[in-house]
C-alpha cells in the first residue's frame, strides 16, 4: 500500500507560479512511474506529466508543455510539478499517482493517487 500526500496549493494570479510537492509513505517510489492529473468542477480527470521510475523521461500534457515541470527525488520519495506562467483554466484540484510505466498514466491509469491539492488561478 502506498499513501501519497500532496501539498503546495493555493491561490495565484495568472502569470504566477506555483510548486507542487508529493510526499509517498508506505512503498519507494523508485519502482514506480509517477504522475500529475488534474480534475476542474464538472471536468474529467486529465492528465497533466509523468515522469519515469529514473526521473529520465518526462511527458506533459500539450496544454501544460512549457509551463509544468515535473521531477522526482527517489531519495526523499517524493516528486514535485512545477508550475509557471499559470492561467485560469488551470484551476483544478491537482493530484499525483503512481503507475507501472508513464505510458499508463499518459492514458489515465493509476495504481495508487493522493487526495489532491486544490490550485486557483485568478484572472
Known amino acids: 500500500q502506498v499513501q501519497l500526500v500532496e501539498s503546495g496549493g493555493g491561490l495565484v494570479q495568472a502569470g504566477g507560479s506555483l510548486r507542487l510537492s508529493c510526499a509517498a509513505s508506505?512503498?519507494?517510489?523508485?519502482?514506480?512511474?509517477m504522475g500529475w492529473f488534474r480534475q476542474a468542477p464538472g471536468k474529467e480527470q486529465e492528465f497533466v506529466a509523468a515522469i519515469n521510475w529514473s526521473g529520465d523521461s518526462t511527458y506533459y500534457a500539450d496544454s501544460v508543455k512549457g509551463r509544468f515541470t515535473i521531477s522526482r527525488d527517489n531519495a526523499k520519495n517524493t516528486v514535485h510539478l512545477q508550475m509557471s506562467s499559470l492561467n485560469p483554466e488551470d484551476t483544478a484540484t491537482y493530484y499525483c499517482?503512481?503507475?507501472?510505466?508513464?505510458?499508463?498514466?499518459?492514458?489515465?491509469?493509476?495504481?495508487?493517487r493522493g487526495q489532491g491539492t486544490q490550485v486557483t488561478v485568478s484572472s
Open positions: 508506505g512503498r519507494t517510489l523508485s519502482s514506480y512511474a
Open positions: 499517482a503512481t503507475g507501472t510505466f508513464t505510458s499508463n498514466l499518459r492514458r489515465n491509469e493509476y495504481d495508487y
